[in-house]
């Protein structure tokens, strides 16, 4: 049985050890993505412990981002894995960015090293590219004279944008990080907006910009792409306020 050969601390509370149960079924193949815990009190019975602790940990596995926890019967109850490293990662970046533990701009200029190798090794064939070329479309349209520009639906189209470019250099671990920066400074991002002195003319060169980014990667110049979206990321953090050594 797997309790008689786990060595964990006689402290430990108890819903560490159904975490770390959860982990050694992942590792060994036992539990995979889309399968199913077993029931609260199976699994509270299995591991000696009470299903309160069962409870506190299936909420942490949530929000992780590696369970949904369904609730009543049929198809969609129970507790399925899921695979979702931006959720956990981005949720933490977001508090420590609240507290000022992380500086912004030390966020920013991760994001810019981050998207910079991405640009430069993504797959001109890669399916996210076609993705990227509707949103940009998107973006164009939302912002043209006749539609004015919605700035809450223009920077949520951006960072669909911008993670489908990363999406296309292939590295699950780099999209998952991208995703968790993001998350972690759009509120931020909306609000530096108010600082912009015309946020239409903002955008129109924000699209601009994009097009001559995605142009980049289509044609196979990772080089000139990478500088495009670094040039790109910081110009809007620059004219929004935040400089390079900004304390917030």
């Known amino acids: 049985m797997w309790l008689d050969h786990i060595n964990y601390d006689y402290y430990m509370r108890t819903h560490e050890l159904v975490l ?6 992942l590792s060994d193949g036992e539990l995979y993505v889309g399968g199913r815990l077993p029931g609260e009190r199976t699994l509270a019975e299995q591991l000696a ?7 506190e940990a299936i909420r942490i596995l949530e929000a992780m981002g590696v369970v949904r926890a369904g609730v009543g019967s049929g198809k ?38 981050l998207e910079s190798w991405a ?36 920077l949520a189209l951006d960072v669909r944008f911008h993670l489908a470019l990363a999406a296309a250099a292939g ?4 999209s998952a990080m991208m995703g968790s920066l993001r ?30 980014i995605l142009d980049a990667i289509t044609s196979g110049d990772g080089v000139r792409a990478s500088e495009l979206v670094a040039a790109h990321i910081e110009g809007y953090y620059r004219e929004a306020g935040l400089g390079p050594h900004h304390p917030n």
């Open 119 to 154: 640009a430069a090794n993504a797959k001109t064939g890669a399916p996210s590219l076609a993705e990227a070329e509707r949103l940009l479309a998107e973006m164009e349209a939302a912002g043209s004279a006749e539609a004015g520009t919605d700035v809450g639906n223009f």
């Open 76 to 113: 969609d109850a129970g507790t399925v894995v899921i695979a979702d490293p931006t959720a956990a990662l981005g949720s933490a970046l977001r508090l420590h960015v609240a507290t000022q533990h992380l500086p912004v701009a030390d966020i920013v200029q991760t994001r810019v090293l």
């Open 49 to 55: 412990v009470s299903r309160t602790s069962v409870r």
């Open 20 to 25: 770390e149960w959860i982990e050694k079924q």
């Open 171 to 174: 590295n699950a671990v780099v």
């Open 183 to 212: 998350e972690a400074i759009e509120g931020y991002a909306a609000e530096l907006t108010r600082n912009l002195p015309d946020w239409d003319v903002t955008s129109k060169r924000l699209i601009s910009e994009h097009r001559g």
